[in-house]
């Protein structure tokens, strides 16, 4: 059974940096979809960030991209995400995915049926 452990929420100002980690324990399967979704104060939860563990291919929203960095370290096994220039509409929970299988074409909009979820981790950047 899969589980996974997250860390490195917390509270920035504008303009701030902070790095996600999650930790993955019990995996086994050569290929999955991991990534990054969240869910900001009474919105709807959305993906922001997923690598395919088996090629390397990553994949951001549009929010995210040229800011965050998914990455994915195999031998830890640990799925982080950098946040760098963070805005006050990062202010969100943020969850680890693991999707068993390959990333779907446009992903992280279009990542679906995942099968497992973090518990959530909050990040709050203030102006």
């Known amino acids: 059974q899969v589980r996974l452990v997250e860390s490195g929420g917390g509270s920035v100002d504008t303009g701030g940096s902070l790095r996600l980690s999650c930790k993955v324990i019990g995996y086994t399967y050569r290929t999955s979809c991991m990534g990054w979704f969240r869910q900001p104060p009474g919105e709807e939860r959305e993906g922001v960030a997923v690598i395919e563990t088996g090629s390397g291919k990553t994949d951001y929203a549009d929010s995210a991209k040229d800011r965050f960095t998914i990455s994915y370290d195999k031998d830890k096994p640990t799925l982080s995400l950098q946040m760098n220039n963070l805005r006050t509409n990062d202010t969100a929970t943020y969850y680890c995915?693991?999707?068993?299988?390959?990333?779907?074409?446009?992903?992280?909009?279009?990542?679906?049926?995942?099968?497992?979820w973090g518990q959530g981790v909050q990040v709050t950047v203030s102006s």
């Open positions: 995915v693991v999707k068993f299988g390959i990333c779907p074409n446009a992903a992280p909009a279009t990542l679906r049926n995942i099968h497992v």
